[in-house]
């Protein structure tokens, strides 16, 4: 899929360690090393007491559907082959949230309370995507 | 923000209250536009506002703008605008927070007005969004974007909004429906509107999915169009062309926040926003006659009735059915079709259709003996709320 037009993060210092874990399949986050929070969107900073010093640490990649949609409507050209396709709003285990696709069932089928974990979906030879599919399908 | 430190900084803002007025509106033609630009457009506004104030432009010391999607300039318009309109303000700026920019500008007017730093101050607004390329398809997210996982454009930020809602309370799309049945409704009595022709909740639930569980029917519009509102002091006002509408109740709060708060999707601060506004004005929800309720989406509208206390939470589904928000109904909601259905304005016409309300020029839609308004708006990511209470001049409190 080298010839994928999707947005695809840019990669820098400050978000390399997490996608550099998801082409190991690991889901890695950001836990900060003076109050312990753990947090999501990545930041330099931890939202909650400002420290700049963290160590990224596995989650168990396992949560719930939080809130689910699906888009019917095709925002960016890129996407017109997956309409339609779910996003979920999925609330890990360890706390912090996250948006991905919910993967492997109809995209209307994915409710709010399912139990999901993460899969991992290599879609360039860089980048490999994290997204969620039902614990028990 | 507890009761207690609410009270102490109502009390702060409780001298705000009925110092300044709205004492002009000015609407451009809504919709689709072709040659129009945001700044033709901004100016327009500001003309029409200017006549209906009865005021000359010389009046006007303050410039305050909302630079829409489509001003090339972006945060420097309050310099194109000011320019074109041959001013040179005490004080001006431009701010973007979307559907948050009129209510916030409306606001930061005010209190310029009440602390002296300018006597009239023209809040002005300008989109060529339909026919000049807006940018409301973007996704969300600093940093990685959430375009990554497709989630993008403006609809899914509610879609998640009602979903979530859906699931903790039961809510159904056909309550989602009443509201936008409800706009349309009013827009049919609006020779302004956009959208006139009368829907039902059948047409509602057959038009086609955008972002689910929110159909069409439950979006605004994309228009080009262009508002302006004009604040000056109650007591200038009364000398002003038309009857003084004043700003008795003023309230914001935002939540820069998305993921990292659990409760980002039912906008919370959009009650802190509320709470503040009734605080200055000294009054609650019993005490509104109308409301204006910002409405990017018909969900928007069922948060907004839960945290302004017009429901308890997760009671607005159950609430809005049965006509209870159209004219003739209990609170008569968006009376001039609103975002859904007037035109998309991003929340300027809201404070309009208030003030239109207050002075009676409602025409057929007029809801009888209106004396206070609640005017709603919110913008971006969820992010900026706020809230304000309007009311008819000359009417003891």
């Keep these: 899929m080298s010839d994928h037009s999707k947005p695809l993060p840019e990669i820098s210092d400050e978000n390399r360690p997490f996608w550099e874990g998801t082409r190991r399949e690991q889901l890695l986050l950001q836990r900060c090393a003076r109050c312990g929070h753990l947090r999501y969107p990545i930041s330099h900073v931890c939202p909650e007491c400002l420290e700049a010093g963290h160590e990224w640490v ?37 706390g912090p949230r996250m948006f991905s696709n919910v993967v492997g069932v109809p995209p209307g089928q994915v409710k709010v309370g399912d139990r999901v974990r993460v899969v991992f979906d290599p879609v360039n030879e860089e980048v490999t995507v994290p997204r969620f599919t039902p614990e028990h399908p | 923000m507890t009761t207690d430190m609410l009270r102490k900084e109502a009390a702060r803002m409780r001298s705000l209250k009925d110092r300044t007025a709205i004492v002009g509106v000015g609407a451009t033609p809504q919709g689709r536009l072709p040659g129009s630009t945001q700044l ?19 009046d006007v010391d303050g410039l305050l703008t909302f630079p829409g999607t489509t001003a090339p300039e972006g945060p420097l318009n309050y310099l194109r605008v000011g320019e074109a309109l041959g001013i040179d303000p005490a004080f001006t700026g431009s701010m973007s927070m979307g559907g948050g ?15 002296g730093q300018a006597s009239t101050v023209a809040c002005v607004f300008g989109d060529a969004a339909k026919t000049g390329g807006s940018r409301f398809s973007r996704a969300s997210g600093w940093g990685d974007s959430w375009g990554i996982w497709g989630m993008m454009g403006a609809a899914a930020n509610s879609a998640v909004a009602a ?64 508002v302006c509102v004009i604040v000056t002091s109650a007591e200038r006002a009364q000398d002003a062309a038309q009857p003084p509408v004043l700003i008795s109740g003023m309230g914001q709060a935002y939540t820069t926040r998305t993921l990292e708060r659990e409760d980002w999707w039912y906008v919370p601060h959009q009650k802190q926003a509320l709470d503040r506004a009734y605080a200055m004005a000294g009054m609650g929800p019993q005490d509104i006659d ?56 991003e929340g300027w016409l809201h404070i309009v259709e208030g003030v239109r309300q207050l002075r009676g020029q409602g025409g057929e839609r007029q809801v009888q003996g209106a004396e206070t308004c609640l005017v709603t708006g919110r913008g971006m990511t969820l992010n900026c709320s706020n809230a304000m209470v309007l009311t008819k001049g000359g009417v003891s409190a």
């Design chain 1, 58 to 94: 596995p989650v168990s990649g396992r949560g719930e559907v939080y809130s689910s949609i699906v888009f019917h409507q095709v925002y960016h050209p890129a996407f017109a082959d997956d309409v339609p396709y779910n996003v979920s709003l999925v609330q890990l285990d360890e």
């Design chain 2, 40 to 58: 033709s457009l901004a100016v327009d506004a500001f003309k029409a506002a200017l006549d209906d104030a009865g005021l000359d432009k010389r």
């Design chain 2, 101 to 115: 920019t009129a209510g916030a500008l409306v606001q930061m007017a005010a209190t310029a007005v009440a602390s």
């Design chain 2, 163 to 226: 979903s979530r809602h859906m699931a903790l309370y039961g809510t159904t799309s056909a309550q989602l429906a009443e509201v936008a049945v409800a706009c349309r409704r009013h827009a049919s009595m609006n020779p302004n509107a956009v959208m006139r022709e009368p829907i039902t909740v059948a047409d509602h639930q057959a038009s086609r999915f955008i972002v689910e569980p929110l159909h069409l029917l439950d979006c605004c519009l994309i228009s080009d169009g262009g």
């Design chain 2, 290 to 345: 109308v409301a204006q309720l910002y409405d990017n989406f018909t969900i928007s509208v069922l948060l907004w009735l839960e945290h302004a206390g017009f429901c308890a939470p997760g009671e607005s589904g159950p609430f809005v059915e049965g006509g209870r928000i159209q004219l003739g109904g209990e609170l008569p909601v968006n009376t001039a079709g609103g975002n859904l259905s007037e035109s998309y304005m």
